[in-house]
């Protein structure tokens, strides 16, 4: 096997081929379903709605492993996608959910030789339910969750949420935390404008309610979390956290330290497009917390995949390759070179 760090992409998503119809089953509408149009693409669709389009490699394992190989992507992590969450519905139709979708992760990953690794999905709604339900994938061979970064109108410092974050300190799980149920409205219906503007706001949300709120201090440090696409706005913004902390006792009354000090309990990953944006990330998170992901396959994820990091200008080969693998490694706690096919 070859000396060159493994090349990990940790942010990466899958849809099944096909699952069982949950309107039916669950005897309401508007469940996510695949319409495929028998040329390798379909449509996801909520209810009657076209969600997404997507194309054959989110649930054919080949396809994938070819389009890996092609721009040299030794490793993905795989998750399902936020849509699939259903933390709306009644949390034992969302567990169910969360089953079907685990063991579908589990079998994609299966048939990858090893090249695939998958992190769960879990009914958020309901704390004991999502910590059994994690608990379980963990012993089916899960690397950990993919969570949204909030459950309704609770962020992730309620006190439920920081329960179910000790339980995958506890269980040794890797947490992604995914941006969903974004701030919207009126003057967010087009262009994606959800996706442009909510999405970072509230990525920079979940990391500041863990931060203000103080649950950084009794959340076990033994936590690897991540937040996705750079974690948002966050790091662009920590000059304004950090000013407001200093200057107004309503800011630091339940957050002992400066918000800075925090970046050592928390991943990022480098979807953010923009060399001079990875700089600023790498300088503000450290070259330990920044890992490579890509959001693939999906349209706004970085479609040649790598190659912001491979192309950067002011990075080392080891910063690379910490972005690369070693910090990847670190977040989900295996050394992946040991069982891993590729090469
Ligand atoms: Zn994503």
């Keep these: 096997m070859s000396a060159a760090p493994l090349i990990i992409d940790m942010h990466t998503h899958f849809f099944p081929e096909t699952w069982p119809d949950l309107a039916e089953k669950f005897g309401t509408p508007d469940w996510p379903w695949m319409k495929h149009h028998g040329d390798g693409t379909a449509t996801v669709m909520v209810g009657d709605k076209e969600f997404r389009p997507i194309y054959s490699a989110c649930w054919d394992v080949d396809k994938r492993l070819e389009e890996m190989d092609q721009y040299g992507i030794d490793i993905q992590v795989i998750c399902s996608t936020p849509v699939l969450f259903a933390t709306t519905r009644p949390a034992d139709q969302a567990a169910e959910c969360a089953h079907i979708f685990n ?121 690897r979390i991540c937040f996705a696409h750079g974690g948002g706005s966050f790091a662009y913004l920590l000059g304004r956290v950090d000013n407001a902390w200093k200057e107004r006792d309503i800011v630091r009354v339940d957050c002992p330290n400066l918000p800075s000090s925090y970046v050592d309990r928390f991943f990022v990953d480098s979807a953010v497009f923009d060399h001079g944006a990875l700089d600023l990330l790498i300088d503000v998170m450290g070259e330990e917390r920044v890992m490579f992901g890509t959001d693939y396959p999906f349209p706004l994820g970085e479609i040649k995949m790598g190659e912001l990091i491979r192309t950067a200008p002011k990075l080392n080969e080891q910063t690379k390759a910490k972005l690369f693998s070693q910090n990847a490694e670190s977040w989900l706690a295996t050394d992946l070179r040991e069982g891993s096919a590729a090469e």
């Design 103 to 223: 063991d579908a992760a589990l079998e994609m990953c299966g048939r990858s030789s090893g090249r695939l690794l998958p992190l769960a999905q879990v009914p958020l709604q309901d704390i004991d339910t999502a910590c059994n339900v994690l608990s379980q994938a963990m012993k089916d061979g899960h690397l950990g969750v993919q969570i949204g970064n909030h459950v309704d109108d609770k962020d992730l410092d309620d006190e439920g949420l920081v329960t179910f974050l000790q339980h995958c300190a506890a269980e040794n799980a890797a947490v992604l935390v995914h941006p969903w149920d974004m701030l919207t409205g009126n003057r967010m219906k087009k262009y994606m404008l959800p996706w442009l503007v909510a999405m970072a706001a509230e990525t920079q949300l979940s990391i500041l309610s863990l931060i203000l709120s103080g649950a950084f201090e009794r959340i076990d440090k033994s936590l």
